[in-house]
T-cell receptor, first 113, second 112 residues
Framework: DSGVTQTPKHLITATGQRVTLRCSPR?????VYWYQQSLDQGLQFLIQ???????AKGNILERFSAQQFPDLHSELNLSSLELGDSALYFC????????????FGQGTRLTVV | AQSVSQHNHHVILSEAASLELGCNYS??????LFWYVQYPGQHLQLLLK??????LVKGIKGFEAEFIKSKFSFNLRKPSVQWSDTAEYFC??????????FGAGTRLTVKP
């Protein structure tokens, strides 16, 4: 158990809908990362938050947004969903200091039908 | 911005063969380097990490990696792979700005 909790584990929704994925980082970790993993694209970095502020942005679509709350949990919002958004979404957390590794959650498998 | 390149998308080996997976990064400053493994249906787990000191790092399950600063490389090796090593392997880099980046991953298939 990595200490990173993601909910829900599975989500099935229709095209055009909006979903929210939730991530609770390890206790004490200030940094949260979101990744999308699909068969054709591999592991894609979406966005990083550090202590509530956006730190870095990767290949995140405009239809997607995220935030990190004062209690350090994070949510990834995906809207106007398309079939191609079906993927495994991972959250990872790290202490946010220089020499810190990232710990991954179990992921949320999103299926858009 | 820093980036991480993994040269092989898919590697297929027979059991007992030796493994070397390439990883190169582009960042001029001090970096911390990691290899993660993702077994089928599971999340990414840390295999080994390099922060400083001896550039040859030993990890779990007989894996090791060598940091060659002049080549900006951190290749993963294992002398003799097993069927249970079938997984996807990700190289990752983070620097002082705490911006962790992963390579695209290399899928390893070990045939029994």
């Amino acid at each position: 158990d990595s200490g990173v909790t993601q909910t829900p584990k599975h989500l099935i929704t229709a095209t055009g809908q909006r979903v929210t994925l939730r991530c609770s980082p390890r206790s004490g970790d200030l940094s949260v990362y979101w990744y999308q993993q699909s068969l054709d694209q591999g592991l894609q970095f979406l966005i990083q938050y550090y202590n509530g502020e956006e730190r870095a942005k990767g290949n995140i679509l405009e239809r997607f947004s995220a935030q990190q709350f004062p209690d350090l949990h994070s949510e990834l919002n995906l809207s106007s969903l398309e079939l191609g958004d079906s993927a495994l979404y991972f959250c990872a957390s790290s202490a946010g200091q220089g020499s810190s590794e990232a710990f991954f959650g179990q992921g949320t498998r999103l299926t858009v039908v | 911005a820093q980036s991480v390149s993994q040269h092989n998308h898919h590697v297929i080996l027979s059991e007992a063969a030796s493994l070397e997976l390439g990883c190169n990064y582009s960042y001029g400053g001090t970096v911390n380097l990691f290899w993660y493994v993702q077994y089928p249906g599971q999340h990414l787990q840390l295999l080994l990490k390099y922060f400083s000191g001896d550039p040859l790092v030993k990890g779990i399950k007989g894996f090791e990696a060598e940091f060659i600063k002049s080549k900006f490389s951190f290749n993963l090796r294992k002398p003799s792979v097993q069927w249970s090593d079938t997984a996807e392997y990700f190289c990752a880099v983070n620097a002082h700005d705490n911006d962790m980046r992963f390579g695209a991953g290399t899928r390893l298939t070990v045939k029994p």
